[in-house]
Every structure is written in structure tokens, then in C-alpha cells.
């Protein structure tokens, strides 16, 4: 009973980072109705400057932190601005191929410029030192993870919900043509969309890049993205957030119990198959919205 | 549309190659294609690359990215799970010709097993499009890979499975040389097929799927059924392109299928130009030929730089992204198109009004 309880609390830790990044996913698909198969990249560009500014260029952690913050978000919206803009108006497939091939380049230039080894913020920046909360042995980095994801989902879902700009956001989220017709600029949400989306990601990756150091499979994240923004529906940023925990939880708890009948790895597709399951049971996830079609 | 060609009758309407022209070229293509094994080995020697090699991988992926065109170009259905089907193909192939399968029987099979499972996971088509299907894909993608990875009696797990030599009869496919007349049988036989597919009431079928498929499923176009026939057939040819390459490089591990493979088919496709025979085969030339081009200068520069030879991986998959980027903004319809302005540009040269 222990060891599941153990299983849950890191589950959810590593979920409410799934979160972040589901968010940024979700935020994006939302407003852009763009599927951004690069988010993942994102996190790993975020994790890799933070590192190299902290590690390499020994600048205070709440620097580095901010410093990684601006430079993503100017990455989101220059992107946006050279990239997905002219792609407006074309097939699917054509926007999904983009975004894949903004990941190739991304993750390509991170290899250059930082090579492949795993790398670790030294000093450590929160301690290791395990606690007990309750039954459960935590270590304080993790509580840490948990508390800042914490705070960002809520300080964005409060943006969305309150500020003027989050009110336009959600507006041309719910229809283009109206909100332009409000005096809503589209084009101005889709920046500021794409470069949140880089920004929750960056942080995600810093989080996660804390606890068992960076590397470039730090890009898987963006893959595992996919279940936990199905699962609660793409449009849904409360269902991301759901089902990032979700996921992060499930890949746990199906990792340490399944191993041993499948040989090892169970933890890299749980997701997957997880994801598989919700489309045939229920494509549209728990709060996405189910599409209608009339002739 | 050449200029003085006049269709008397619908058959010659409906011809492939209309004109004296081209079928002229076409022949000439055919015995250029059919003559270049022996004297590929000057060329190689020439430019530095491995052209019988090359080619042999051309036609290869060109079975596979037919299959994804038939399903993508002209279905309209996005799949990221083609890599691991190529996959599929291959350790089916692999394990069936190790238990002493002929040659002649593996290949099929490997085609048809890669169908079943091809199907099994286009059947979230029937209720999901565009985005959800490419997710659906992905996670196939994965969990393939994974089964290639760790269901180790039969796949012989990360230690990679040895495939014995492709053989008719007595006849050994054990050279470059030999296989490269097998390929380019399944790549002219691909081509014909995909060519001609789309001229039959299946492929008719396909293409309104594509274009509209509540009008399709309106004047009687059963839309289950073709989406997964599709997949089914897609799958098929890129099962059997799999089953080629496992007796081509005879040996086979799961590295080689990753998202990498699937994602370069997609590239492939949509660079050459979806929906267009033509695109295909450009796309595979093009994949095939850039990081062996790529690497010429590569291999020139470690003189100066000594360490280059280590990135040239993320070298590859850097400039395998701008390009397709580049493509995608300035040229999304992919090098067909382009190939066919050029043409109609010559055409009407110098007077183009």
C-alpha cells in the first residue's frame, strides 16, 4: 500500500509538469487550432538555455530563471511570425509536417550547441534532503516541482479567466470571424498564444531538468503530451491539466506493476496505450468538444 | 497538354502516355534504369557515392512511399505510423524466412500481416479525422517499436534479427548487382499499380473521401469501408518495401523504424507532392540522395574541423528540417508542381502570353 501511495505522489509530481506543457499544447491548439508537435522541443530548449545560463554562465538561479522565460517567449513569437503565420489556410497535414519539422530543427541545434550527455544543474538548486509527508518518503525537489507547476497552472488559469487579454484569447478561441469583428486582433492572440505555449513548456522543462538532469530525451515530453491533452479534450485547458496528472500517475503506477510481465520500458508507451483506449472509447476525451456534423 | 493532341476516342483519352513523346522517353527511362548496373560502378567511382546502393534504397522507399501517398495523397488520411509498419513488414519477412519460408511466399506475407495490422489501427478512422488520426498513428507508432523492442523469442529484441539472402529456386539475390533488378521490379510494379489505381472506381472512391466526404458518403461511397481498404493497401505496400529492405540489409533491429522513418516518409511525400505519382518519386529521390550529398562536404570539412563527423546526424536532421520547412512556405504543393510549371514554362517559351 505504501509503495502505491509512493507510486501516486511521484506520478503526480511528474503529471503536474505534464500539465504545464499539455497546457501550453492546449492553449495553443485552442486559439490557433494548430497541433504543435515541436512542444516538446520547447521544453528541451527551455531546460538546455536555463542549465547553460545557470551551470555555464553562473548567473543567479532567479535570473537564469526570468532570462529563460524572455528568451521563450520571443522564441514562440518569432516562430509564429515566420513560421505557422503563412501556413494559415493550409491542410492539416501540411501544418502537422511543419510543426515536426520546427522539432527536427530544434532538437538538431540543441545536439550542436550541447551535445548529448545528461547534464545536471550544479549547484543543485533545490536539495535532494527526502521528507516524509504522511507514509509517503518525498524528496524536497519534488515538492518544489510540484508547488511551482502548482503556481503557474493557477497563475495562467486566473489570466485566462480575469485579464483582458486572456478574455480575447478565449474569445478568438470561440470564434475567429466574431472576435475580429470585435475589435479583437487575431493575429496578436496567436502570438501571444504560441509564445505561452513556449513559456509554460520552458518551465516545465527547468522543472523537470532539476530532477533528473537534461537531456535530449527531455523531447519525449512533448510526445507524452499527446494522451494527456486527449484525455481531457484538445480544446480543454482544465482537461490538460486533469490529464496531465492523469497520465503522470498512470505511467507509474502501470511502469512499476508491468514491467515485469512485458519486460521493462512499460513506462515509455503506458501512455500510449492509454491514448489508444480513450479514442476508441471516447475520441473527443472527458471536456473537448464533441463535433456535430450537419450536411 | 501538348499542343496539336487531339483525343478521337476515350480510350486514348484514358491513355497513360498519350503522346510519341512520351513514350519515347519512357522507353529511354527504361533502358537507362535497366543498363545502369553495369556501368554503375565507373559512376560511383566518379562521384564518390555508392550509386547502385543508392538506387537499390530508391526503389525501395519508393514501394513504401507509394503506399503512404495512396493513403495520404489521395485518401486524405495523415498516418505517423508508417515507419513501424515498414517495421512490421520487415521482422515478418525476417522471422518467416528464418523458419525456411521461400522467398517468394515471405514477401506476400510480410505484406499481408503488415495489411492486418495497418487496419486494426486505422479503424479509429471510421470516427476520427485529420489531428486525431495523426495521434492515433503516433501512439501505433510507439507501441510497435516497443513490441519489436521487447517480445525478444521472436524478434530477437535490441541484439537485432539476421535475415538470410532473398532466393528464387537456386537463384541467389546475394549481390548488389543481383537485388538491384528485384527492386526495381517492385518499384515499377508500385508505380503502375498507384498509377493505375486511381483511375478505378476504388480509387475514385478515395479521392472523394479526400475531398468530401460527407458528399461521398451522400451518393453512396461507404466510408468505413474504403478508409480502412486504404489503409489496408497502404500498408500493404509499405509491408512488402519492408520485407525488401529486411532481405536487402539482413539485419534487421528496431532502431531502424523509429518516428525518424515514419516522419521521412511523411517528408517524403509532401515535398515530392501528395496525391501525384509523379510526387512520390521525386520525394524518394530526394530523401535518399541529401544526406549522401550531405555528406561529401562533410567529409571534407573533418580535415578542418575534426569533430564535424559527430554532429553530422543532428547536421542531417537540421537540414532535413529547413528544407521541409522551406518547402512547406514556399512551395506546398510540393516538387510536381513545381516540376510542372517548369514544363508548361518551356513549353511556351519564348512567347508565354
Known amino acids: 500500500m505504501q509503495e502505491f501511495l509512493q507510486l501516486i505522489v511521484t506520478g503526480l509530481v511528474i503529471g503536474s509538469a505534464y500539465a504545464l506543457v499539455a497546457m501550453g499544447f492546449a492553449l495553443i491548439y485552442k486559439s490557433t487550432s494548430i497541433i504543435n508537435f515541436a512542444q516538446g522541443e520547447f521544453v528541451l530548449v527551455?531546460?538546455?538555455?536555463?542549465?547553460?545560463?545557470?551551470?555555464?554562465?553562473?548567473?543567479?538561479?532567479?535570473?537564469?530563471?526570468?532570462?529563460?522565460?524572455?528568451?521563450?517567449?520571443?522564441?514562440?513569437?518569432?516562430?509564429?511570425?515566420?513560421?505557422?503565420?503563412?501556413?494559415?489556410?493550409?491542410?492539416?497535414?501540411?501544418?502537422?509536417?511543419?510543426?515536426?519539422?520546427?522539432?527536427?530543427?530544434?532538437?538538431?541545434?540543441?545536439?550542436?550547441?550541447?551535445?548529448?550527455?545528461?547534464?545536471?544543474?550544479?549547484?543543485?538548486?533545490?536539495?535532494?534532503?527526502?521528507?516524509?509527508?504522511?507514509?509517503?518518503?518525498?524528496?524536497?525537489?519534488?515538492?518544489?516541482?510540484?508547488?511551482?507547476?502548482?503556481?503557474?497552472?493557477?497563475?495562467?488559469?486566473?489570466?485566462?479567466?480575469?485579464?483582458?487579454?486572456?478574455?480575447?484569447?478565449?474569445?478568438?478561441?470561440?470564434?475567429?470571424?466574431?472576435?475580429?469583428?470585435?475589435?479583437?486582433?487575431?493575429?496578436?492572440?496567436?502570438?501571444?498564444?504560441?509564445?505561452?505555449?513556449?513559456?509554460?513548456?520552458?518551465?516545465?522543462?527547468?522543472?523537470?531538468?532539476?530532477?533528473?538532469?537534461?537531456?535530449?530525451?527531455?523531447?519525449?515530453?512533448?510526445?507524452?503530451?499527446?494522451?494527456a491533452v486527449i484525455?481531457?479534450?484538445?480544446?480543454?485547458?482544465?482537461?490538460?491539466?486533469?490529464?496531465?496528472?492523469?497520465?503522470?500517475?498512470?505511467?507509474?503506477?502501470?511502469?512499476?506493476?508491468?514491467?515485469?510481465?512485458?519486460?521493462?520500458?512499460?513506462?515509455?508507451?503506458?501512455?500510449?496505450?492509454?491514448?489508444?483506449?480513450?479514442?476508441?472509447?471516447?475520441?473527443?476525451?472527458?471536456?473537448?468538444?464533441?463535433e456535430i456534423e450537419r450536411v | 497538354m501538348p499542343c496539336g493532341l487531339f483525343f478521337e476516342t476515350y480510350q486514348k483519352d484514358e491513355s497513360i502516355f498519350p503522346t510519341l513523346w512520351v513514350r519515347g522517353w519512357m522507353i529511354a527511362l527504361g533502358i537507362f534504369l535497366l543498363a545502369f548496373p553495369f556501368f554503375a560502378q565507373t559512376v560511383s567511382d566518379w562521384v564518390g557515392i555508392n550509386m547502385l546502393n543508392m538506387f537499390i534504397l530508391i526503389f525501395i522507399f519508393l514501394v513504401g512511399a507509394h503506399g503512404l501517398n495512396l493513403l495520404t495523397g489521395y485518401t486524405g488520411q495523415i498516418s505517423l505510423g508508417h515507419g513501424a509498419f515498414m517495421g512490421v513488414g520487415a521482422y515478418t519477412a525476417g522471422i518467416l524466412a528464418n523458419l525456411g519460408w521461400p522467398f517468394w511466399i515471405c514477401l506476400p506475407a510480410a505484406g499481408v500481416v503488415t495489411a492486418g495490422v495497418g487496419m486494426i489501427f486505422g479503424i479509429p478512422s471510421l470516427r476520427l479525422r485529420g489531428l486525431y488520426l495523426a495521434i492515433a498513428t503516433l501512439a501505433a507508432q510507439f507501441i510497435l517499436v516497443y513490441a519489436m523492442r521487447n517480445w525478444e523469442h521472436l524478434t530477437g529484441g535490441s541484439a537485432g534479427l539476421l535475415v538470410p539472402t532473398a532466393k528464387i529456386g537456386n537463384f541467389e539475390f546475394d549481390s548488389d548487382f543481383k537485388f538491384y533488378f528485384l527492386a526495381l521490379a517492385f518499384a515499377i510494379g508500385a508505380t503502375m499499380y498507384l498509377k493505375n489505381v486511381a483511375r478505378t472506381r476504388t480509387g475514385r472512391a478515395f479521392v472523394a473521401v479526400r475531398d468530401r466526404y460527407l458528399s461521398a458518403e451522400v451518393?453512396?461511397?461507404?466510408?468505413?469501408?474504403?478508409?480502412?481498404?486504404?489503409?489496408?493497401?497502404?500498408?500493404?505496400?509499405?509491408?512488402?518495401?519492408?520485407?525488401?529492405?529486411?532481405?536487402?540489409?539482413?539485419?534487421?533491429?528496431?532502431?531502424?523504424?523509429?518516428?525518424?522513418?515514419?516522419?521521412?516518409?511523411?517528408?517524403?511525400?509532401?515535398?515530392?507532392?501528395?496525391?501525384?505519382?509523379?510526387?512520390?518519386?521525386?520525394?524518394?529521390?530526394?530523401?535518399?540522395?541529401?544526406?549522401?550529398?550531405?555528406?561529401?562536404?562533410?567529409?571534407?570539412?573533418?580535415?578542418?574541423?575534426?569533430?564535424i563527423s559527430d554532429i553530422f546526424a543532428s547536421l542531417r536532421e537540421m537540414v532535413f528540417g529547413i528544407v521541409v520547412i522551406l518547402f512547406l512556405i514556399f512551395e506546398p504543393d510540393g516538387m510536381a508542381a513545381r516540376w510542372h510549371t517548369i514544363r508548361a514554362y518551356w513549353k511556351l517559351w519564348p512567347f508565354s502570353y
Not at chain 1, 538548486?125 to 510540484?146: D, M, R
Not at chain 1, 500517475?249 to 510481465?261: A, K, P, R, T
Not at chain 2, 501525384?276 to 571534407?300: A, C, D, K, W, Y
Open chain 2, 219 to 307: 451518393i453512396g461511397v461507404n466510408l468505413f469501408k474504403y478508409r480502412i481498404m486504404s489503409f489496408g493497401i497502404s500498408s500493404f505496400m509499405v509491408g512488402t518495401a519492408g520485407g525488401l529492405w529486411a532481405f536487402y540489409i539482413t539485419i534487421i533491429s528496431d532502431e531502424h523504424f523509429t518516428l525518424w522513418l515514419s516522419v521521412q516518409y511523411l517528408a517524403m511525400c509532401i515535398v515530392g507532392g501528395l496525391g501525384q505519382v509523379l510526387g512520390s518519386i521525386f520525394g524518394v529521390i530526394f530523401m535518399v540522395v541529401l544526406p549522401e550529398v550531405l555528406r561529401i562536404p562533410t567529409e571534407l570539412l573533418s580535415g578542418i574541423f575534426p569533430n
Open chain 1, 46 to 227: 527551455g531546460g538546455y538555455v536555463c542549465w547553460w545560463l545557470y551551470t555555464g554562465l553562473h548567473v543567479p538561479i532567479v535570473w537564469a530563471f526570468l532570462i529563460t522565460m524572455v528568451i521563450a517567449v520571443f522564441m514562440g513569437m518569432v516562430l509564429e511570425r515566420l513560421m505557422l503565420r503563412p501556413m494559415i489556410g493550409e491542410p492539416i497535414i501540411s501544418v502537422i509536417m511543419i510543426t515536426i519539422a520546427l522539432a527536427a530543427v530544434l532538437k538538431s541545434m540543441v545536439t550542436m550547441l550541447w551535445g548529448t550527455q545528461i547534464k545536471v544543474f550544479t549547484p543543485a538548486i533545490f536539495s535532494q534532503k527526502a521528507i516524509y509527508l504522511g507514509p509517503v518518503l518525498v524528496s524536497e525537489v519534488y515538492l518544489w516541482t510540484f508547488g511551482f507547476a502548482a503556481v503557474f497552472l493557477g497563475v495562467f488559469a486566473a489570466f485566462f479567466k480575469f485579464t483582458r487579454v486572456g478574455i480575447s484569447m478565449r474569445a478568438v478561441a470561440n470564434d475567429q470571424q466574431v472576435a475580429q469583428s470585435m475589435g479583437i486582433s487575431v493575429k496578436r492572440v496567436f502570438a501571444i498564444s504560441w509564445s505561452i505555449g513556449a513559456l509554460v513548456s520552458a518551465v516545465g522543462g527547468i522543472l523537470v531538468g532539476n530532477i533528473n538532469g537534461i537531456n535530449i530525451t527531455l523531447s519525449d515530453f512533448g510526445l507524452k503530451v499527446f494522451p
Open chain 1, 231 to 290: 484525455l481531457g479534450g484538445l480544446e480543454s485547458i482544465g482537461g490538460a491539466i486533469i490529464g496531465g496528472l492523469t497520465i503522470g500517475v498512470l505511467e507509474n503506477i502501470m511502469g512499476s506493476y508491468l514491467d515485469v510481465y512485458l519486460g521493462g520500458g512499460v513506462k515509455e508507451i503506458a501512455p500510449f496505450i492509454v491514448l489508444i483506449i480513450i479514442l476508441m472509447i471516447k475520441p473527443y476525451g472527458l471536456f473537448g468538444i464533441k
